[in-house]
């Protein structure tokens, strides 16, 4: 993919008459940085505003979308392709009427694995050093002397998940001196990360770990994964980074396992739903560190080069890259 720090405009002159991008995407305000990232990057091409109510639905050939409503893009006679604003897609292919012959593009701009690799460091680093019980010693002004109990090569990083966001994540946490093990449907081969596949390597990987990072998407097989039976597999004290889907987390299991002592602390960034309720126990959790579904998020402007990029290749007949998978469910 294009260096987003280039000034290269994408090849949008060539663009076929009459291509139309819809947006929707992080509501109307985020929708004019969205058309100032397109302007910047592909001149040519018309972006509208989702639900824009002067658009004739006939008109647009291609829609970025979060999330949006179901049967909506059903309603679209000339969409061509639709691109996921993530790389999770589980909020537009939960729609009962997505046409599933059109290509789903799932985002995979560079820049996510880069920045799920530093939130995942970030994470496993502060559960190492205990992060959470120096912040909450700092808001209360109390000088908590400790010596933390292990350095990075003592701990083994096992990642839930070995795709473009856990591969990446797994070299740079071995960039720390962190082991690294990782858990996948199909065998992997990530130089020095050793790959347990499927159910049947579950076990042994979950007994190996003592952080684990959940990098799955959010299918069928994947919900309500991260819950007692699992958690009862792990070794006592074990660390947990969660950064794939709120859907995944048994919220309730994960406290009882840090009550327990099985889990001793969690850096959790989703949740379901979202945002996480101002009422919830785990804003206040002394285990448990939140952050707001900010693990990694490229920028708009990226994303528009991404999928202006997409687009000219699409057109030249060129394969279209990150294609959501409808067996797979990811
Ligand atoms: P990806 O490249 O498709 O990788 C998904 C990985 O999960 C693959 O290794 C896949 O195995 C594995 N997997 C899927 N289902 C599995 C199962 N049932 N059992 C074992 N392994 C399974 O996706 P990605 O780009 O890395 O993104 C992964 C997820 O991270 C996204 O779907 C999204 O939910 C989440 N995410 C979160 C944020 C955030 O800011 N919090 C940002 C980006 C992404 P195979 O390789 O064998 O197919
Ligand atoms: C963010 O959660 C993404 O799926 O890209």
């Known amino acids: 993919m294009r260096d987003v720090d280039t000034d290269a405009v994408c090849e949008l002159d060539d663009a076929r008459p009459g291509d139309l991008l819809v947006i929707k995407s992080g509501g109307r305000k985020a929708f004019v940085q969205w058309q100032a990232a397109f302007a910047e990057v592909a001149p040519g091409l018309d972006v509208r505003r989702w639900g824009d109510p002067a658009l004739d639905p006939s008109a647009i050939t291609h829609a970025l979308v979060w999330d949006p409503e179901p ?50 460091c970030w994470a496993a680093l ?32 096992g990642i839930m998940g070995l795709g473009v966001m856990g591969t990446r994540s797994a070299v740079m946490l071995q960039g720390l001196g962190f082991p690294v093990i990782g858990w996948s449907r199909t065998e992997k081969s990530v130089p020095g990360v050793r790959s347990y596949v499927g159910d049947a390597g579950l076990d042994g990987f979950l007994a190996a770990a003592d952080i684990l990072v959940v990098l799955l998407p959010a299918t069928e097989a994947t919900r309500g994964l991260i819950a007692a039976p699992l958690l009862a597999k792990v070794k006592p004290g074990t ?77 030249r007949g060129e394969e279209l890259p990150n294609l959501y998978d409808h067996a797979r469910g990811y």
């Not at 909450?136 to 350095?151: C, G, I």
């Not at 009422?279 to 991404?306: G, N």
């Open 71 to 120: 049967g909506a893009l059903a309603r679209l006679p000339s969409l061509r392709v639709i691109f996921g604003a993530g790389a999770g897609v589980d909020a537009i292919i939960t729609d009962p009427e997505l046409p599933l012959h059109i290509p789903l593009v799932r985002m995979g701009v560079d820049g996510a694995a880069q920045r799920m690799g530093e939130y995942v």
């Open 239 to 315: 660390g947990l980074v969660h950064a794939g889907r709120g859907t995944q987390l048994v919220v309730d299991d994960v406290v009882a396992a840090l009550e327990a002592g099985q889990l001793g602390g969690a850096v959790i960034d989703v949740f379901e739903p979202e945002p996480l309720a101002a009422d919830s126990p785990l804003w206040a959790h002394p285990k448990i560190t939140v952050t707001p579904h900010c693990a990694s998020l490229p920028s708009r402007r990226e994303r528009a080069v991404y999928v202006a990029d997409a687009m000219a290749a699409h057109r």
């Open 126 to 157: 502060g559960l190492l050093r205990n992060q959470r019980r120096l912040a909450l010693s700092q808001a209360a002004a109390k000088w908590d002397y400790f010596e933390p109990e292990f350095t990075a090569p003592e701990r083994v990083v």
